[in-house]
């Protein structure tokens, strides 16, 4: 018959084989999920050697990412800055429109009133002391004579009809005369002047070069 100390030595046996075994499991499992593939030394007791490699161990369950050139290329690339344009021999030229040299024509001054029926003369054709005066107008004096920048009552009747002071009267110099002389400017409120040479005898609206 089977003593008991012979089922007791059996039994620890093969608990001994079992731990054994699992801890067989245990390091394998541990080697497996560190990924290290180089030997760590002989007895236990070696230095582990370092992986001086280049390509990577891949990971389980990783998709591996492809490999990039490390070698740059020799050859001089083309250069991509465009060139002139070359002309389509088969494209007709562009068609260049005519200068215009014709002058322009003369307005009547800015905000002058609706046409006044009056023969017109240009600026360019009044006396250099009438451009003096209208200067003088335009600047709002000072002025020469104490009647300019006066109402005109339009007594005559040749301007068009305006309430009263919407005219004012301003002198033009005549040379060699001791006195205002006969030629005037008359102003419109609405920027519209009128030349006289002859006092107040006869009216031209006066036409300003735009």
């Known amino acids: ?16 084989g079992v ?8 390091l394998g499992l541990l080697a497996l999920q560190s990924g290290s593939g180089g030997p760590s030394g002989q007895g236990g007791a ?27 290329p020799t050859g001089t690339p083309e250069s ?8 389509d021999p088969t494209s007709e030229p562009a068609t260049r429109a005519p200068a ?3 002058a322009p024509e003369p307005t009547p001054a800015a905000g002058h009133t609706p046409s006044s029926g009056l023969p017109t003369i240009a600026e360019s054709d009044l006396p250099p002391e ?15 004579y104490r009647q300019d920048d006066s109402t005109f009552f339009n007594r005559e009747g040749i301007l068009p009809d305006q309430r009263r002071g919407y005219y004012r009267e301003y002198t033009v110099e005549t040379p060699g005369s001791h006195d ?8 419109g409120e609405d920027g519209d002047l009128y030349w006289t040479d002859d006092h107040y005898d006869s009216f031209r609206q006066i036409m300003e070069m735009q």
């Open 1 to 16: 018959m089977v003593t008991m100390s012979a089922v007791t030595g059996r039994s620890r046996a093969l608990l001994i």
């Open 80 to 87: 991509t800055t465009p060139g002139p344009a070359t002309p």
């Open 46 to 72: 070696g230095t582990a050697t370092t992986v001086t490699g280049t390509a990577d161990v891949p990971t389980p369950g990783a998709t591996a990412s492809p490999a990039l050139p490390t070698r740059m």
């Open 100 to 102: 215009t040299t014709q």
């Open 130 to 144: 009438a451009w003096d005066t209208m200067q003088l107008i335009y600047d709002g004096g000072p002025f020469p």
């Open 180 to 187: 205002r002389g006969a030629r005037r400017i008359v102003a």
């Open 19 to 26: 731990l054994v075994l699992c801890a067989a499991v245990v």
